[in-house]
């Protein structure tokens, strides 16, 4: 992908800045035990609004849930916080 930001790093759009805040809100957190770690860790993932995939599916009757379906399946699972290790 290119970087068309790249003299301005520091500057973010508000288009970026709300969908930053977006990912922070929907990045769900839980404590997982991660063997690398060999400890109990903070584990987060990617959060995704039920909501809306609900929403989009009666928009398009029913069609949206075999997105859905293929979505969950691929979407990372929990990963350790600390060493980025699959975890759970
Ligand atoms: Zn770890």
């Known amino acids: ?4 930001m790249a003299h ?8 970026e800045v ?3 805040i977006l990912q922070i809100v929907s990045q769900q957190e839980t404590t997982k035990f991660c063997p690398q770690c060999a400890k109990h860790v903070r584990a987060v ?3 995704t609004s039920r909501l809306r995939q609900l929403g989009l599916t009666l928009i398009t009757l029913g ?14 699972g929990w990963r350790c916080s600390n060493c980025d290790t699959r975890v759970g």
């Open 63 to 76: 069609i949206w849930s075999i997105v859905w379906i293929i979505d969950a399946i691929r979407r990372p």
């Open 45 to 47: 993932r990617p959060g």
């Open 8 to 15: 301005q790093e520091e500057r973010l759009g508000p288009g």
């Open 1 to 4: 992908m290119e970087n068309k």
């Open 18 to 20: 709300v969908q930053r």
